[in-house]
């Protein structure tokens, strides 16, 4: 599994990106609250296999932000759904009550659970189960930032462990501009004062990009600056989750 003891890492490589100044926020340098670099993801530690009772299952911890993803199935579709020789994808992400500082101020459900669908979708192999179903359940113990792509990640590496058909891993990455800096892996309190922000879902050893969401105004050369950012710490990040599964399989064999 990724990092036992020292957390793994997937930041993109500092000898292709130049680092920006940090603009001045009343007066004084602007440092990032866990003090690090402007594109430097935070620790990522990631472990399979998290809940005995699910088809497959996967906890990530990437800084304070913590969740737990379970799979189920595949299971028969219900008789009221219309026949399908393809399977079924069902996503549900929910927040604890206590995932943020003030209670029950988690992300819309409804929202964060159909990116999540839209995102795994295009990886998962749906034929290869026809007339059934997938269930994903996500859980965010704790919310510190990039809930979303954390989930996305999470998720994915649940679906492998469950031993669902998949072209390739998903990995995702957010960048947040402020002012004039791009900061990577933003946490909760980069994201409230972000002018914009950009996320890319991926499949990285296809180099495929399975989604891209962004809100705010961007220049065209910002956003390719930001997508070259994802696109680098997609990749190492998915490196990651491989060796995780690879840990998992060689501990389950001995």
């Not at 957390?7 to 920006?20: M, V």
């Not at 020789?85 to 209670?103: H, Q, S």
Request: aromatic share 6%.
């Amino acid at each position: 599994m990724a990092a036992k003891g020292t957390p793994a890492t997937y930041s993109p490589s500092p000898t292709t990106f130049k680092k920006t100044k940090p603009r001045l926020l009343t007066d004084t340098d602007w440092v990032r609250p866990d003090g690090r670099d402007f594109h430097q993801c935070r620790p990522a530690f990631l472990r399979t296999g998290a809940v005995n009772a699910a088809s497959g299952s996967a906890y990530a911890e990437f800084g304070n932000t913590k969740v737990i993803v379970s799979i189920y199935g595949p299971r028969e579709s219900k008789k009221a759904m219309m026949y399908s020789d393809i399977g079924r994808l069902n996503c549900d992400v929910t927040y604890t009550t206590f995932a943020t500082p003030v209670r029950g101020q988690g992300s819309e459900n409804k929202e964060i659970s159909a990116q999540l669908h839209k995102s795994l979708e295009g990886a998962i192999m749906l034929d290869s189960f026809p007339k059934t179903t997938v269930d994903v359940f996500a859980l965010v113990l704790e919310s510190g930032g990039c809930d979303l792509p954390v989930v996305i990640s999470c998720a994915s590496l649940a679906l492998a462990d469950a031993g669902i058909m998949m072209y390739d891993l998903v990995t995702a990455v957010s960048v947040s501009c402020l002012g004039k800096s791009l900061v990577i892996d933003p946490v909760s309190e980069e994201e409230n004062y972000q002018d914009g922000s950009l996320m890319i879902t991926c499949l990285p050893s296809r180099n495929e990009v399975t989604q891209l969401t962004m809100t705010g105004e961007w220049s065209t050369p910002k956003i390719h600056e930001a997508m070259e950012l994802c696109l680098d710490a997609c990749s190492k990040l998915g490196k990651i989750m491989r060796s995780c599964l690879k840990e998992s399989a060689s501990t389950s064999q001995e």
